[in-house]
């Protein structure tokens, strides 16, 4: 046999996470610099795991591993070679459990590169399910956002399984994230979102439903390259997020001192409880200024993303 390849990206929410879970919107962009590689190697013997901190049997090694197991082998079952075994390498240049969507980057650049192996061509729905169903066992009920961002062109809305690109219209802009170091489990945090929500209907369904809103205004933002209005929107979901539980410490003075440095927005990114914060930025010096801020700040890792503009469906 022959070894397959696979790649994802990592993604950053820029607006909706959580909300996303009730069937609201939420805008997602991937990160084309921060790459996830798998390669699908055909083996003799039980099939293997190697990546940067494990190397060993691919199944049965625990919960962290729970989403690669379920990837590769739904991938080796719809490519029809579901006794073949293969050694997995995954490389990525990013962290996992930091918000930016490594479990289903991971997933999905190992469907992708079993799927090369076995010579199996596939669609972007199929891939997406694929993903999705991996993402499921390991993850309780995710929206699919993660799984549609990872592996998108460009940004892109989603709802209710619904996804379309985005125009990006803001000349300049840039995305500064910022490591808080804390891993932050997406999984509890949906979680105890959700005890509060059926406790307190009342008062944590509007928020939700606010996080929502502020998602829909942000793509008109993007679409309309009003760089303060999407600035304003992501400082506000930030204030919405942390009302909700889902700040920390770490996050509010990461976020602070992105906004001190001229962020003209900022906010958690991803799940919440730890993970990245996201900081937007209207050219490449206030990137700079603002990547150096949040290292100051204590971050444990800066990216800088140059949002292209873009238009959808082009
Ligand atoms: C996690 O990256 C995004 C959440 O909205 C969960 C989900 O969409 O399934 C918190």
Same mark, same amino acid.
């Given at each position: 046999? @022959?070894?397959?390849?696979?790649?994802?990206?990592?993604?950053?929410? +820029?607006?909706?996470?959580?909300?996303?879970?009730?069937?609201?919107?939420?805008?997602?962009?991937?990160?084309? *610099?921060?790459? #996830?590689?798998?390669?699908?190697?055909?083996?003799?013997?039980?099939?293997?795991?190697?990546?940067?901190?494990?190397?060993?049997?691919?199944?049965?090694?625990?919960?962290?591993?729970?989403?690669?197991?379920?990837?590769?082998?739904?991938?080796?079952?719809?490519?029809?070679?579901? /006794?073949?075994?293969f050694?997995?390498?995954?490389?990525?240049?990013?962290?996992?459990?930091r918000?930016l969507?490594?479990?289903?980057a991971?997933?999905?650049?190992?469907?992708?590169?079993?799927?090369?192996?076995?010579?199996?061509?596939?669609?972007?729905?199929? %891939?997406?399910?694929l993903?999705?169903?991996?993402?499921?066992?390991?993850?309780?009920?995710?929206?699919?956002?993660?799984?549609?961002?990872?592996?998108?062109?460009?940004?892109?809305?989603?709802?209710?399984?619904? #996804?379309?690109?985005?125009?990006?219209?803001?000349?300049?802009a840039?995305?500064? %994230?910022?490591?808080?170091?804390?891993?932050?489990?997406? /999984?509890?945090?949906?979680?105890?979102?959700?005890?509060?929500?059926?406790?307190?209907?009342?008062?944590?369904?509007?928020?939700?439903?606010? +996080?929502?809103?502020?998602?829909?205004?942000?793509?008109?933002?993007?679409? *309309?390259? *009003?760089?303060?209005?999407?600035?304003?929107? #992501?400082d506000?979901?930030?204030?919405? +997020?942390?009302?909700?539980?889902?700040?920390?410490?770490?996050?509010?003075?990461?976020?602070? &001192?992105? @906004?001190?440095?001229?962020? +003209? !927005?900022?906010?958690?990114?991803?799940? !919440?409880?730890?993970?990245?914060?996201?900081?937007?930025?209207?050219?490449?010096?206030? &990137?700079?200024?603002?990547?150096?801020?949040?290292?100051? &700040?204590?971050?444990?890792?800066?990216?800088?993303?140059? #949002?292209?503009?873009?238009?959808?469906?082009?």
């Amino acid at each position: 046999g @022959r070894e397959g390849r696979g790649h994802t990206w990592a993604k950053a929410i +820029l607006l909706g996470e959580h909300a996303v879970v009730y069937g609201h919107p939420a805008v997602a962009v991937p990160l084309h *610099d921060l790459r #996830m590689n798998a390669t699908a190697t055909p083996i003799n013997g039980p099939s293997r795991l190697r990546c940067l901190d494990y190397e060993g049997p691919l199944t049965g090694s625990g919960a962290r591993f729970d989403c690669v197991a379920q990837a590769f082998e739904a991938a080796r079952e719809f490519a029809g070679c579901p /006794r073949q075994s293969f050694i997995i390498t995954t490389r990525s240049d990013f962290p996992h459990e930091r918000g930016l969507g490594s479990s289903a980057a991971a997933a999905g650049a190992i469907i992708r590169a079993v799927l090369d192996a076995c010579r199996r061509p596939a669609c972007a729905e199929e %891939l997406f399910a694929l993903t999705q169903r991996a993402e499921a066992v390991a993850h309780g009920r995710p929206s699919g956002l993660d799984a549609a961002a990872t592996c998108a062109p460009g940004p892109l809305r989603f709802q209710a399984g619904e #996804m379309r690109p985005v125009s990006q219209r803001i000349e300049g802009a840039h995305l500064v %994230l910022a490591d808080s170091g804390v891993h932050g489990s997406t /999984r509890q945090a949906v979680t105890g979102l959700r005890e509060r929500y059926e406790e307190q209907t009342e008062a944590v369904g509007p928020l939700i439903a606010e +996080l929502g809103a502020l998602a829909r205004l942000a793509v008109t933002a993007l679409e *309309d390259g *009003d760089a303060p209005r999407l600035g304003t929107a #992501m400082d506000r979901a930030h204030e919405v +997020l942390a009302a909700l539980g889902l700040s920390l410490p770490v996050l509010e003075s990461l976020t602070g &001192a992105a @906004r001190q440095a001229g962020a +003209l !927005g900022a906010k958690l990114t991803g799940g !919440g409880l730890g993970g990245c914060v996201i900081a937007l930025a209207d050219g490449p010096q206030p &990137a700079e200024r603002i990547g150096s801020a949040l290292l100051h &700040a204590g971050a444990a890792a800066v990216w800088t993303h140059r #949002m292209h503009t873009s238009e959808a469906g082009q």
